[in-house]
Each structure stands twice: as structure tokens, then as C-alpha cells.
């Protein structure tokens, strides 16, 4: 569905531009002076190719020519400008024949709309003021937003925008540079009209240099941004982090150093299954497969060689076997994680253009990648001993010192938000006959099965915890204890209708539950826990066993 919509949107484009341009020279007629026109055409090339890719966009200083021509020629010849450049730099010059239409037929969208405009509300052609401003800026931003917007949804139908707060900042910064280049081209258009040609030559090659620095300095920039992100990563191996954030933040530091349109992150279990764990662009994890056994695909090979692959063309690329997620995509660098030598994962980073990543981006991938694979590391090393020690390691559930913190913490929470947060308090029925017939292993057993039971039956933010012997305690947020009820009776019906198996044979044990919420049936976090259970052994309890009831004031 995604490859059929990507395509009539294109075709829809390519057509409704070309239909827009040929009208336009069929009924106005082109009225160039072409010796004029091939020099502005050589001068916007050479400014387009000193441009810079910012994400998906590209800045440059190209349409200052545009502006200028069309201040001379008017809209037609300026449209026919500024689409043979872009067609030339996308075809001849970067070989992507059907980027170059469709960039084509997006100036052509772009800048004859509003150069039909700027004359419907006045502006003159041909003569340079300072009344003619405010006609100009109408020119500029209406072809700016028109752009802007179709070259937005050409790159969202092929999902291939990734952050959405880069692709802001370069919209931004694209819209700051016509700080520049409006001035530039009246002041081109009032040397062309009041001067030779030769001296309006010689007036466009400020342009060039500018141009040219422009380009030095994004270079030094972008030097910059890569040992900061080294620093990052050396800081983020020195905090303590969850591996959530890690991974966040190893992303987030990454786009600032390369070119990304799509990014995944896979990291492998005992059995040398890589499993996906962080996946950005595209259609997030759904864009990208779930797993890879050792040496299959691409990752599995990756992970397998423990080398890293750089592909600059993945259209005529056949070194590797093609997947489907490379579809929509012109390169990638694939490098593994490692731990001591041993490969532990694999980063992949994915762009839209072929030759995005040049030999520096390949080497500040292998540089950042070890940083963050100390930090992986680092990162599941803390979370296996912060997790033991809130773990009950009988049941998996969480312990009680975890239990009271979460308790408090969600009953600041709920004052700070206004909302209610129930508490559900278990007991097992008659449990110690259990350990007493069939043992304390068979009684084990029993408990881990009602915990996972109870873990099954409540939501993913709901905190289970073993809150003491055979008493277990469901934090349950947002919900009143009515609401709660209903969750405690299911897991009620769910623990007590199925026998649990056991070596000794089938057993089936019953729950107890009693509901409290704060702040309806009690003011504080001793309180709720103080009224829940008393509500489980006044209430259920001594009432027959296998019953939910809730606090009554």
C-alpha cells in the first residue's frame, strides 16, 4: 500500500507540474535573452552543487539567482531557471533521473504560482524599488511554502522523515538564508538593468564565495559536532542510565554527526538472536524486522563478521542479499556492538540518498559505536543488579521495599494530577495446607503460577509486588477502587478456575482480594495499605474465602 501510494503521488506531481510548466510557456511564452539565461543557469548550478544537506533538506544560495531573474525575466523564464537547474544537478550531476523530475515539477509548482501572484497584486517586472518589496516577499514566501510543503509530503509518503525537530530547524534555517539572498537579488536585478553585462557577471561572484565559506564553515561545524558527540558518548558511559535512554540518546548523538533518515538498533540474547530494541524513521519498528538469527541478513552477518559494512549505493549494490527494509533507501553503514571483542548488537543507519555517508562518516560511526556499546554494557549491567535488588526472586514480582517506594511516589503523582490510585491486597486461601501436603517446593511453585496469573490480568503500568509470605499488593494508577474491583475480581476468577499443574498433580487454590483508592478511602500511603487489607480479611475473608471486597468508610 505504502510503494502504490508513494507512486501515484509521484505520478500526480511529475504530471500536474509538467501540465503547470507547459501551460505556462504555451501561453506566455518563455522571453528570455539566453545569453543572460545561460549565465545565471551555470552560476545557479555552481551554487546549488556548493549547497549543504541539512536532513532531507538542501540549503544553498541558488534561488538568489531565481529572485534575480525573476526580477528580469519575470515568471516564466524564472520558473524554466530554476527548474532546468534543479533537473540538471539531480540527473546530470547526482544521476537520480526520477528525483529530477519530480524536483522539476516541484519548482515548476513552487515558483509559477507565485510569480503569478506577485503581478495579480501589482508587482512590476523589470523595475526595481523600494515599493517593490513587499511584492517580493510575497514572491518568495508563497514559492518558500509551496516547496517546503509538497517536498514534505514526497518524503512522508515514502516515510522518510525521521526527526521531526531537525526537519523544523532546517526549515528555519533554509527561511533564514533569504535574509541574504533577497537583497542580494535586487541588488543583482539593479546592477543587470543599470550596468553592463560583463559587471553584472562580475556582481554574481560574491555569490561563490559566500557560498564557498558558507561550506568551509559547515565543514568546521560539523568537525565540532562530531567530537562533542564523542564527548557525549564518553559521558553516557560514566552515568547511569536505563538502557532506554542509552539507546535514546545514542541515536539522538548520531544524527548529529551523519546524515540519517531511518535508524535501528539490534542487540542480541544467549542464543544469538538479534532482537530489535530501538528503531527510529520510517515507520518506526514496524519498518524493520523483529529479529535475525546469527548470520542471517545483513544484521545477522554484521553481528556474525563482527565488521562493520558501509554501502554507498544500495540500488546497485549485490554484495548482500536484499531485504525488504532496504526498499526506500540509497545507503547505509551497518556496525556491530561490541563487548570485550565480543559482538553484542548491531547499529544500522539508513539514508535516503546514495553516497550520503562518505569515508569520515564511516570512521566516526566505528568511533561512536564502541563508545556506545561500553555503554550498553555498562547500561544492562545496572539494570540486572538494580532490578535484583527490587525483585522478589521467587516470583519475579517486585519486592516489598520496591512496593512502598512506587506506593508513595504514585500517591504524589495523584495529588499532583488530580486523579485517584487504587490498591488491590491478595492473600492465597488456605495456602500453608498446601505446603503442608505436597512440600514447600510444590508450595513455590503454586506462587510463582498465581503471580504470573496476576501479572497477566493488569495493565502494563500497574505494579504487582510480593508483599509479604503468600500476600501479594497490585498498585493500580488512575483508578478508583469500583474500577479496581473489576481487575481484582478477574484475576480472582482467573486464579481460582484453572488448576495449577505440579510433579504432585493438578492443585487448585483459591484468592482473597480486598480494594482500597486514595485519596476516596484513605489519606494517606499507610492508610490505603491499612484499609485494602482490612477490606481482604474483613470483607473476604471472614466471609467465605474467594471473595474481592472493597474498604467501606
Known sequence: MGKYREYLFNTALIATGGLVFAFALYHYGLGIDFRLFLILLLFAIILDNLGIMYTDIKLSLSPSVGIAAFLIFGTVGAATLMVTSVMFDTIVMRRKIKNGFLNGAMFALSYLPA?????????????????????????????????????????????????????????????????????????????????????FVLSLTPLVFIAYVFRMVRDLVKANKRLNAIYEMV??????????Q??????????????????????????????????????????????YFKGEGLIGK?????????????????????????????????????????????????????????DDSVRIIEIIVDQASVAITNAKKYYEVTRKSITDPLTKTYNRRYFNDALMENIMRADENNEPVSLIMFDLDNFKQINDTYGHLIGDEVLKEVARRIKNN??????????????????????????????????????????IKTEKGDIYITITGGVADYP??????????????????????????NKIAIYEV
Not at 147 to 172: P, R, T
Not at 276 to 288: D, P
Open 235 to 244: 559521558k553516557m558511559i560514566n552515568s547511569k542510565l536505563e538502557l532506554d
Open 115 to 199: 510569480g503569478w501572484l506577485y503581478e495579480f497584486m501589482g508587482g512590476k517586472i523589470g523595475e526595481i524599488s523600494i515599493a517593490q518589496v513587499k511584492y517580493i516577499l510575497v514572491y518568495v514566501i508563497v514559492s518558500f511554502l509551496i516547496n517546503n510543503f509538497i517536498l514534505y509530503y514526497a518524503l512522508k509518503v515514502q516515510g522518510k522523515i525521521l526527526f521531526k525537530e531537525y526537519w523544523n530547524e532546517s526549515v528555519l534555517l533554509e527561511l533564514g538564508t533569504y535574509v541574504l539572498m533577497v537583497p542580494a537579488a535586487m541588488l543583482l536585478a539593479y546592477v543587470y538593468f543599470k550596468h553592463s553585462l560583463m559587471f
Open 246 to 291: 542509552i539507546l535514546d540518546t545514542i541515536v539522538e548523538v548520531i544524527s548529529q554527526v551523519v546524515a540519517v533518515s531511518a535508524a535501528a538498533i539490534y542487540l542480541t540474547d544467549s542464543n544469538g538472536i538479534a532482537t530489535l530494541v530501538k528503531a527510529v524513521g520510517g515507520k518506526g519498528k514496524e519498518g524493520f524486522r523483529e529479529s
Open 458 to 499: 493488569v495493565r502494563s503500568d500497574d505494579i504487582v509486588a510480593r508483599f509479604g509470605g503468600e500476600e501479594f499488593a497490585v498498585i493500580l494508577p488512575k483508578l478508583t477502587a469500583e474500577q479496581a474491583y473489576m481487575i481484582a475480581e478477574r484475576i480472582r476468577t482467573e486464579v481460582s478456575s484453572k488448576p
Open 520 to 545: 476516596s478511602k484513605a489519606d494517606s500511603a499507610e492508610k490505603l495499605v491499612s484499609h485494602a487489607d482490612r477490606a481482604l480479611y474483613a470483607g473476604g475473608k471472614s466471609k467465605g474465602r
Open 302 to 358: 554484521v553481528i556474525s563478521s563482527n565488521k562493520i559494512v558501509a554501502i554507498k549505493n544500495l540500488k546497485e549494490d549485490r554484495s548482500l542479499d536484499r531485504e525488504k527494509i532496504f526498499a526506500n533507501y540509497g545507503s547505509l553503514i551497518a556496525a556491530p556492538l561490541r563487548s570485550s571483542g565480543v559482538p553484542i548488537g548491531c547499529l544500522l543507519i539508513l539514508h535516503v540518498e546514495t553516497n550520503a555517508f562518505d
